[in-house]
Nanobody, 119 residues
């Protein structure tokens, strides 16, 4: 059974940092491209960053560059999102995604973790 379980969300004050984790099971994690997305109610899900399976190449949405860092540990089947200098506009539900690089239909989502940035 495929599972992606996000953790690390919570309530933080502006300027603080959080590290989100997403632990995978039920598929060959090291083979999949991993991404983080976020979604605010009433808006479309927004891509934050992607990390490839081979070489760990990263790519960020332009608006996310500089404060967010994606990384992965294939030995732990886990992808991370380090978020620094958080702003109220970063408040959202954060999701991880696993995408098979060969078969587009093999894509999996976690249940999401809430991040709230507020003073």
């Amino acid at each position: 059974q495929v599972q992606l379980v996000e953790s690390g969300g919570g309530l933080v004050q502006p300027g603080e940092s959080l590290r989100l984790s997403c632990t995978a099971s039920g598929f060959t994690f090291s083979y999949y491209t991993m991404s983080w997305y976020r979604q605010v109610p009433g808006k479309e899900r927004e891509l934050i960053a992607t990390i490839t399976s081979v070489g760990g190449l990263t790519n960020y949405a332009d608006s996310m560059k500089g404060r967010f860092t994606i990384s992965r540990d294939n030995a732990k089947n886990t992808v991370y999102l380090q978020m620094n200098s958080l702003k109220p506009d970063d408040t959202a539900v954060y999701y991880c995604n696993a995408q098979n690089p060969t078969y587009a239909r093999r894509t999996y989502w976690g249940q999401g973790t809430q991040v709230t940035v507020s003073s």
